[in-house]
Protein backbone atom coordinates (compact mmCIF):
# COMPACT_ATOMS: atom_id res chain seq x y z
CA UNK A 1 0.00 0.00 0.00
CA UNK A 2 2.69 2.36 1.31
CA UNK A 3 4.63 1.27 -1.91
CA UNK A 4 1.61 2.19 -4.18
CA UNK A 5 1.39 5.40 -2.54
CA UNK A 6 4.46 6.53 -3.03
CA UNK A 7 4.64 5.54 -6.64
CA UNK A 8 1.47 7.85 -7.12
CA UNK A 9 3.28 10.56 -4.90
CA UNK A 10 6.37 9.98 -7.98
CA UNK A 11 3.34 10.34 -10.87
CA UNK A 12 2.14 13.38 -9.17
CA UNK A 13 5.28 15.22 -9.28
CA UNK A 14 6.64 14.51 -12.29
CA UNK A 15 3.17 16.21 -14.12
CA UNK A 16 3.47 18.64 -11.55
CA UNK A 17 7.36 19.77 -12.88
CA UNK A 18 6.08 19.16 -16.04
CA UNK A 19 3.87 22.21 -16.21
CA UNK A 20 6.70 24.02 -13.95
CA UNK A 21 8.80 23.53 -17.43
CA UNK A 22 6.07 25.08 -19.05
CA UNK A 23 6.13 28.44 -17.23
CA UNK A 24 8.89 30.84 -15.94
CA UNK A 25 11.52 29.54 -13.82
CA UNK A 26 11.91 31.66 -10.48
CA UNK A 27 14.72 33.83 -11.83
CA UNK A 28 12.52 34.99 -15.14
CA UNK A 29 11.39 38.56 -15.37
CA UNK A 30 8.67 39.24 -18.20
CA UNK A 31 9.44 42.55 -19.50
CA UNK A 32 6.42 44.28 -21.70
CA UNK A 33 7.01 47.58 -23.24
CA UNK A 34 4.89 49.85 -25.52
CA UNK A 35 5.58 50.34 -29.55
CA UNK A 36 8.98 50.22 -30.51
CA UNK A 37 8.39 52.68 -32.65
CA UNK A 38 7.30 55.58 -30.55
CA UNK A 39 10.39 57.82 -28.52
CA UNK A 40 13.14 55.49 -27.81
CA UNK A 41 11.29 52.56 -26.59
CA UNK A 42 13.40 50.04 -28.85
CA UNK A 43 16.46 51.16 -27.55
CA UNK A 44 14.79 50.86 -23.75
CA UNK A 45 13.65 47.25 -23.92
CA UNK A 46 17.00 45.99 -25.17
CA UNK A 47 18.86 47.95 -22.77
CA UNK A 48 16.71 46.65 -19.76
CA UNK A 49 17.14 43.17 -21.00
CA UNK A 50 20.86 43.52 -21.15
CA UNK A 51 21.18 45.08 -17.54
CA UNK A 52 18.46 42.18 -16.45
CA UNK A 53 20.47 39.52 -17.81
CA UNK A 54 23.81 40.78 -16.55
CA UNK A 55 21.91 40.53 -12.92
CA UNK A 56 21.36 37.31 -13.75
CA UNK A 57 18.18 37.31 -14.68
CA UNK A 58 16.61 35.43 -17.52
CA UNK A 59 14.56 37.72 -19.93
CA UNK A 60 11.52 37.73 -21.92
CA UNK A 61 11.17 40.80 -23.76
CA UNK A 62 7.89 41.88 -25.61
CA UNK A 63 7.06 44.94 -27.66
CA UNK A 64 3.36 45.27 -28.33
CA UNK A 65 2.05 46.91 -31.44
CA UNK A 66 -1.17 48.49 -29.73
CA UNK A 67 -3.37 48.10 -26.19
CA UNK A 68 -4.91 44.70 -26.94
CA UNK A 69 -1.71 42.93 -28.00
CA UNK A 70 -0.33 44.28 -24.78
CA UNK A 71 -3.60 42.73 -22.60
CA UNK A 72 -2.86 39.47 -24.76
CA UNK A 73 1.11 39.44 -23.67
CA UNK A 74 0.17 40.54 -19.77
CA UNK A 75 -2.26 37.62 -19.75
CA UNK A 76 0.69 35.22 -21.37
CA UNK A 77 3.70 36.19 -19.12
CA UNK A 78 1.22 36.06 -15.87
CA UNK A 79 0.23 32.62 -17.34
CA UNK A 80 3.88 31.46 -16.96
CA UNK A 81 4.17 32.54 -13.24
CA UNK A 82 7.75 34.60 -14.03
CA UNK A 83 9.85 36.14 -10.53
CA UNK A 84 8.40 39.91 -11.78
CA UNK A 85 6.66 41.57 -13.96
CA UNK A 86 7.79 45.29 -16.00
CA UNK A 87 5.58 46.91 -17.47
CA UNK A 88 5.55 50.45 -19.88
CA UNK A 89 2.25 50.49 -20.87
CA UNK A 90 0.85 50.92 -24.29
CA UNK A 91 -2.32 52.41 -22.67
CA UNK A 92 -2.85 53.49 -19.13
CA UNK A 93 -6.17 52.20 -19.12
CA UNK A 94 -6.43 48.86 -20.20
CA UNK A 95 -4.39 46.64 -18.22
CA UNK A 96 -6.60 47.02 -15.07
CA UNK A 97 -7.93 43.80 -15.65
CA UNK A 98 -5.34 41.47 -16.43
CA UNK A 99 -3.25 43.21 -13.63
CA UNK A 100 -6.45 41.30 -11.14
CA UNK A 101 -4.40 37.91 -12.33
CA UNK A 102 -0.90 38.90 -11.40
CA UNK A 103 -1.96 40.39 -7.98
CA UNK A 104 -3.94 36.57 -7.58
CA UNK A 105 -1.11 34.42 -8.26
CA UNK A 106 1.11 37.15 -6.00
CA UNK A 107 3.48 38.18 -9.00
CA UNK A 108 5.18 41.59 -8.08
CA UNK A 109 4.49 44.06 -11.23
CA UNK A 110 6.75 47.06 -11.63
CA UNK A 111 5.77 50.56 -13.66
CA UNK A 112 8.04 51.40 -15.94
CA UNK A 113 8.40 55.29 -16.68
CA UNK A 114 4.12 56.04 -17.28
CA UNK A 115 1.83 55.13 -14.44
CA UNK A 116 -1.05 52.65 -15.09
CA UNK A 117 -4.88 52.85 -13.95
CA UNK A 118 -7.10 50.93 -12.30
CA UNK A 119 -5.31 48.50 -10.56
CA UNK A 120 -3.59 48.08 -6.80
CA UNK A 121 -1.91 45.32 -8.39
CA UNK A 122 1.17 47.58 -8.81
CA UNK A 123 4.14 46.72 -6.46
CA UNK A 124 6.45 50.06 -7.19
CA UNK A 125 6.74 52.92 -10.23
CA UNK A 126 10.14 54.26 -11.58
CA UNK A 127 10.31 57.01 -13.81
CA UNK A 128 11.68 60.62 -14.17
CA UNK A 129 9.84 63.58 -12.50
CA UNK A 130 7.28 63.75 -15.57
CA UNK A 131 5.77 67.29 -14.60
CA UNK A 132 9.20 68.34 -14.99
CA UNK A 133 9.94 67.71 -18.00
CA UNK A 134 7.47 69.96 -19.20
CA UNK A 135 8.70 72.51 -16.90
CA UNK A 136 12.23 72.28 -18.07
CA UNK A 137 10.84 73.06 -21.40
CA UNK A 138 9.05 76.03 -20.31
CA UNK A 139 11.62 77.44 -18.35
CA UNK A 140 14.21 77.43 -21.49
CA UNK A 141 11.89 78.62 -23.41
CA UNK A 142 11.17 81.84 -20.23
CA UNK A 143 15.40 82.12 -20.17
CA UNK A 144 15.91 81.62 -24.50
CA UNK A 145 13.19 84.63 -25.07
CA UNK A 146 14.16 86.73 -22.12
CA UNK A 147 10.49 86.37 -20.81
CA UNK A 148 11.43 87.21 -17.25
CA UNK A 149 12.55 90.81 -18.23
CA UNK A 150 9.06 91.74 -20.22
CA UNK A 151 9.95 90.67 -23.50
CA UNK A 152 7.80 89.74 -26.60
CA UNK A 153 4.83 89.11 -27.91
CA UNK A 154 6.09 86.00 -29.55
CA UNK A 155 4.15 83.15 -30.98
CA UNK A 156 3.18 79.97 -29.52
CA UNK A 157 2.27 76.15 -30.68
CA UNK A 158 1.71 73.50 -28.41
CA UNK A 159 2.05 69.44 -29.37
CA UNK A 160 1.37 67.31 -26.64
CA UNK A 161 1.73 63.27 -26.26
CA UNK A 162 -1.05 60.69 -26.39
CA UNK A 163 -4.39 61.09 -24.05
CA UNK A 164 -3.65 57.30 -23.14
CA UNK A 165 -0.35 57.88 -21.71
CA UNK A 166 -0.16 59.29 -18.02
CA UNK A 167 2.45 61.19 -19.28
CA UNK A 168 1.25 63.26 -21.76
CA UNK A 169 -0.93 65.43 -19.54
CA UNK A 170 1.78 65.88 -16.86
CA UNK A 171 4.27 67.15 -19.34
CA UNK A 172 1.69 69.38 -20.93
CA UNK A 173 0.58 71.06 -17.43
CA UNK A 174 4.41 71.08 -16.34
CA UNK A 175 5.36 73.45 -19.29
CA UNK A 176 1.74 75.05 -20.02
CA UNK A 177 0.94 75.82 -15.92
CA UNK A 178 4.62 77.55 -16.35
CA UNK A 179 4.16 79.64 -19.27
CA UNK A 180 0.49 81.03 -18.55
CA UNK A 181 1.31 83.53 -16.75
CA UNK A 182 3.17 85.41 -19.93
CA UNK A 183 0.23 83.94 -21.94
CA UNK A 184 -2.12 85.81 -19.78
CA UNK A 185 -0.24 89.20 -19.93
CA UNK A 186 0.50 88.85 -23.79
CA UNK A 187 4.12 88.10 -23.70
CA UNK A 188 2.96 84.98 -25.32
CA UNK A 189 0.39 84.79 -28.02
CA UNK A 190 -1.41 81.46 -29.42
CA UNK A 191 -2.64 82.21 -32.46
CA UNK A 192 -4.69 78.86 -33.35
CA UNK A 193 -6.02 79.26 -29.78
CA UNK A 194 -5.70 75.65 -29.22
CA UNK A 195 -4.29 75.81 -25.21
CA UNK A 196 -6.07 72.63 -23.67
CA UNK A 197 -4.38 69.42 -23.80
CA UNK A 198 -7.05 67.62 -25.63
CA UNK A 199 -7.04 70.06 -28.71
CA UNK A 200 -3.08 69.83 -28.54
CA UNK A 201 -2.89 66.00 -27.88
CA UNK A 202 -1.25 63.34 -29.81
CA UNK A 203 -3.00 60.22 -30.40
CA UNK A 204 -0.64 57.22 -30.21
CA UNK A 205 2.50 59.76 -30.03
CA UNK A 206 2.35 59.23 -33.86
CA UNK A 207 4.02 61.70 -35.70
CA UNK A 208 1.91 61.65 -38.50
CA UNK A 209 -0.95 63.10 -36.36
CA UNK A 210 1.22 65.88 -35.39
CA UNK A 211 2.24 66.77 -38.85
CA UNK A 212 -0.88 66.91 -40.21
CA UNK A 213 -2.81 68.88 -37.22
CA UNK A 214 0.14 71.56 -37.44
CA UNK A 215 0.15 71.77 -41.12
CA UNK A 216 -3.42 72.99 -40.41
CA UNK A 217 -2.63 75.03 -38.01
CA UNK A 218 1.02 76.65 -40.02
CA UNK A 219 -2.03 76.86 -43.18
CA UNK A 220 -4.55 78.68 -41.15
CA UNK A 221 -2.94 80.96 -39.12
CA UNK A 222 0.43 81.95 -40.57
CA UNK A 223 -0.02 82.05 -43.80
CA UNK A 224 0.72 85.62 -44.00
CA UNK A 225 4.05 85.55 -42.99
CA UNK A 226 3.37 85.52 -39.42
CA UNK A 227 6.39 83.68 -37.26
CA UNK A 228 5.86 81.02 -35.49
CA UNK A 229 8.55 81.81 -32.37
CA UNK A 230 7.91 78.57 -30.43
CA UNK A 231 6.87 75.20 -30.29
CA UNK A 232 6.49 72.75 -27.24
CA UNK A 233 6.63 69.78 -28.48
CA UNK A 234 5.96 67.38 -26.12
CA UNK A 235 9.17 64.75 -27.44
CA UNK A 236 11.88 64.88 -30.26
CA UNK A 237 9.66 62.63 -32.83
CA UNK A 238 6.93 65.67 -32.25
CA UNK A 239 9.70 68.05 -33.01
CA UNK A 240 10.60 66.49 -36.04
CA UNK A 241 7.06 66.28 -36.85
CA UNK A 242 6.99 69.80 -36.90
CA UNK A 243 9.31 70.67 -39.03
CA UNK A 244 8.23 68.37 -41.61
CA UNK A 245 5.14 70.03 -41.24
CA UNK A 246 6.65 73.12 -42.23
CA UNK A 247 8.79 71.30 -44.96
CA UNK A 248 5.41 70.44 -46.52
CA UNK A 249 3.72 73.71 -46.58
CA UNK A 250 7.32 75.59 -48.20
CA UNK A 251 6.80 77.80 -44.63
CA UNK A 252 9.91 79.50 -44.24
CA UNK A 253 12.35 80.18 -41.42
CA UNK A 254 12.70 77.89 -38.52
CA UNK A 255 10.88 78.68 -34.79
CA UNK A 256 13.67 80.17 -32.31
CA UNK A 257 12.41 77.76 -29.69
CA UNK A 258 11.54 73.91 -30.64
CA UNK A 259 11.41 71.57 -27.57
CA UNK A 260 11.63 67.90 -27.45
CA UNK A 261 12.04 65.26 -25.12
CA UNK A 262 14.31 61.64 -25.08
CA UNK A 263 17.35 62.85 -26.67
CA UNK A 264 16.97 60.34 -29.28
CA UNK A 265 18.94 60.00 -32.03
CA UNK A 266 16.72 62.63 -34.76
CA UNK A 267 16.45 65.11 -31.74
CA UNK A 268 20.63 64.95 -31.49
CA UNK A 269 20.76 65.21 -34.83
CA UNK A 270 17.99 67.96 -35.12
CA UNK A 271 19.73 70.14 -32.31
CA UNK A 272 23.15 69.51 -34.25
CA UNK A 273 21.68 70.70 -37.62
CA UNK A 274 20.11 73.79 -35.81
CA UNK A 275 16.38 72.94 -36.61
CA UNK A 276 15.44 71.98 -32.78
CA UNK A 277 16.20 74.14 -29.71
CA UNK A 278 16.73 71.21 -27.13
CA UNK A 279 15.81 68.32 -25.78
CA UNK A 280 15.13 66.46 -22.24
CA UNK A 281 17.61 63.95 -21.30
CA UNK A 282 16.27 60.99 -19.30
CA UNK A 283 18.97 58.32 -19.17
CA UNK A 284 17.56 55.23 -20.25
CA UNK A 285 20.63 53.77 -18.33
CA UNK A 286 19.26 55.65 -14.96
CA UNK A 287 15.71 54.17 -14.82
CA UNK A 288 16.97 50.49 -16.30
CA UNK A 289 19.17 50.08 -13.61
CA UNK A 290 16.28 51.41 -10.90
CA UNK A 291 14.23 48.93 -12.39
CA UNK A 292 17.20 46.15 -12.19
CA UNK A 293 17.03 47.30 -8.55
CA UNK A 294 13.82 46.78 -7.68
CA UNK A 295 13.42 43.73 -9.21
CA UNK A 296 15.87 42.14 -7.54
CA UNK A 297 14.76 43.74 -3.92
CA UNK A 298 11.02 42.39 -4.47
CA UNK A 299 12.09 39.13 -5.79
CA UNK A 300 14.57 38.70 -2.91
CA UNK A 301 11.53 40.03 -0.33
CA UNK A 302 13.14 43.34 0.51
CA UNK A 303 12.23 46.92 0.00
CA UNK A 304 13.87 48.45 -3.01
CA UNK A 305 15.15 52.11 -2.48
CA UNK A 306 11.98 54.43 -3.41
CA UNK A 307 12.29 58.40 -3.44
CA UNK A 308 8.40 58.90 -3.03
CA UNK A 309 5.41 57.30 -0.97
CA UNK A 310 2.85 60.09 -1.33
CA UNK A 311 2.55 62.11 -4.85
CA UNK A 312 2.43 59.17 -7.22
CA UNK A 313 -1.06 57.70 -7.48
CA UNK A 314 -3.27 56.06 -9.91
CA UNK A 315 -7.15 55.98 -9.32
CA UNK A 316 -6.80 53.29 -6.88
CA UNK A 317 -4.16 53.81 -4.44
CA UNK A 318 -0.78 55.57 -3.82
CA UNK A 319 2.30 53.73 -5.32
CA UNK A 320 5.83 53.58 -3.88
CA UNK A 321 7.88 54.63 -6.60
CA UNK A 322 11.19 56.57 -7.31
CA UNK A 323 11.71 59.51 -9.58
CA UNK A 324 14.78 60.39 -11.57
CA UNK A 325 15.91 64.10 -12.20
CA UNK A 326 15.82 64.83 -16.41
CA UNK A 327 18.38 66.86 -17.77
CA UNK A 328 17.76 69.67 -20.16
CA UNK A 329 20.11 69.13 -23.35
CA UNK A 330 20.84 71.77 -25.94
CA UNK A 331 23.68 72.55 -28.47
CA UNK A 332 25.48 73.62 -25.14
CA UNK A 333 25.81 70.65 -23.69
CA UNK A 334 24.53 67.80 -26.38
CA UNK A 335 27.82 65.70 -25.62
CA UNK A 336 26.59 64.42 -22.37
CA UNK A 337 24.28 62.19 -24.50
CA UNK A 338 25.96 58.69 -24.45
CA UNK A 339 26.10 57.86 -28.23
CA UNK A 340 23.61 54.73 -27.67
CA UNK A 341 21.05 54.67 -30.59
C1 LIG B 1 7.80 58.72 -22.40
C2 LIG B 1 8.58 59.57 -23.36
C3 LIG B 1 8.31 59.12 -24.80
C4 LIG B 1 6.81 59.02 -25.05
C5 LIG B 1 6.49 58.46 -26.43
C6 LIG B 1 6.33 58.75 -22.76
O1 LIG B 1 5.58 58.01 -21.87
O2 LIG B 1 7.97 59.19 -21.08
O3 LIG B 1 9.94 59.47 -23.06
O4 LIG B 1 8.85 60.04 -25.71
O5 LIG B 1 6.21 58.22 -24.08
O6 LIG B 1 6.92 57.19 -26.57
Not at 102 to 119: C, G, Q, S, W
Amino acid sequence: MRKIFLSLCLAFCVVLSGCADEGNSKSTVQLLFPNPDSGIWKYIGQLCAQLMREANYEVELHHCTNAAEQVEQLKAAVEKNPAAIVIGAQDANALGEPLTLAKEKNIPVIAYDRLIMHTDAISYYASFENNSVGEFQARYVEEKLGLKNGAGPFTIEFIAGSPDDTNAPLFFNGAFNYLKPYIDKGQLVVPSGQKDFQSVATDGWKPDNAQRRMTEILQKYYADGKSLNVVVAANDDLAEALIRAQESVGYKGTPTILTGQDAGANGIANIKAGKQSMTIYKDPEILCGKIVRMVKAVVEGSQPAINDVTNIRNDVKTIPSYLCIPIIVDSTNVDIVKDFR
